[in-house]
């Protein structure tokens, strides 16, 4: 199967790949400050990886990027932290669920105990 | 007693409530503290003047171009990939955590602010 031919199917195809790039970008930079705690040593990495994308940043074969993000994202995987920072109130965070809203419809008798014939 | 207890059940004060939805207190009333944690959303000043700083002090932008409206690819001259660091480092400063699909999206300063804005989990 050769590339797109018309021009709006290539754009489709490019903007496609970059938005891809994008967020392989964003995740490695997430996973690079989880692995790398200390600010000194994120900066130093996450330039290191600013290098990476930026070295192949003028590739213009559609194929040959294809294949690039699929080996990046292939890096990514296998770099994943196992126990990567979650902000608390998201989905694997500490504080998710932790105060779940009651359900509506009930209703809580305050009578403290008072029995009827008091 | 029953018919006392009865009656007590039923009856109910008037509530006061504020003026709008998320608006804060006059400031003669600056002086009383709210407990609750549902009126502590950020003002928009406040999100405004963050996200600001957040931008200006990252390092490949000018300072002085930096207005509320910019676009960051088109105004300020940064690349997609700033883009992205740029959304990260409002997230760290938000503490929020943005979707993937919605964090592509944030594109300029205003988009950044509306989103932050209405976050109900913005810190």
Redesign the interface.
């Known amino acids: 199967m050769s590339g797109a031919t018309t021009a709006a199917a290539y754009l489709a195809r490019r903007a496609a790949q970059?938005?891809r790039?994008?967020?392989l970008?964003?995740?490695a930079?997430?996973d690079t400050l989880n692995w790398a705690v200390h600010r000194h040593l994120f900066y130093q990495d996450a330039s290191d990886l600013?290098e990476k994308?930026?070295a192949n940043k003028h590739v213009e074969d559609l194929d040959t990027i294809d294949k690039m993000i699929a080996a990046g994202e292939a890096t990514y995987d296998k770099w994943r932290h196992p126990d990567p920072y979650?902000?608390p109130?998201?989905p694997g965070?500490s504080k998710f669920t932790r105060n779940p809203v009651p359900p509506s419809g009930i209703e809580i008798?305050y009578?403290y105990g008072?029995e009827?014939?008091? | 007693?029953?018919l006392r207890?009865a009656v007590l059940?039923h009856i109910r004060l008037p509530v006061q409530t504020l003026t709008a939805a998320g608006s804060r207190p006059q400031p003669q009333w600056s002086f009383l503290r709210l407990f609750s944690s549902h009126d502590d959303h950020l003002t928009k000043e406040e999100v405004i003047d963050r996200v600001l700083d957040v931008v200006k002090s990252f390092p490949k932008v000018d300072p002085s171009k930096v207005a509320p409206d910019v676009h960051f690819q088109k105004d300020l001259g940064l690349d997609?990939?700033d883009?992205?660091?740029i959304?990260?480092a409002l997230e760290e400063e938000f503490?929020?955590?943005i979707p993937?699909k919605e964090?592509?999206k944030i594109d300029s300063c205003n988009l950044a602010i509306e989103y932050i804005y209405n976050h109900p989990?913005a810190g």
């Open positions: 970059k938005e790039v994008r967020i970008y964003r995740r930079l997430k600013r994308f930026e979650i902000v109130w998201a965070g008798v009578d008072r009827e014939n008091d | 007693m029953a207890a059940r997609s990939l883009n992205v660091e959304v990260m503490k929020l955590e993937d964090a592509d989990m």
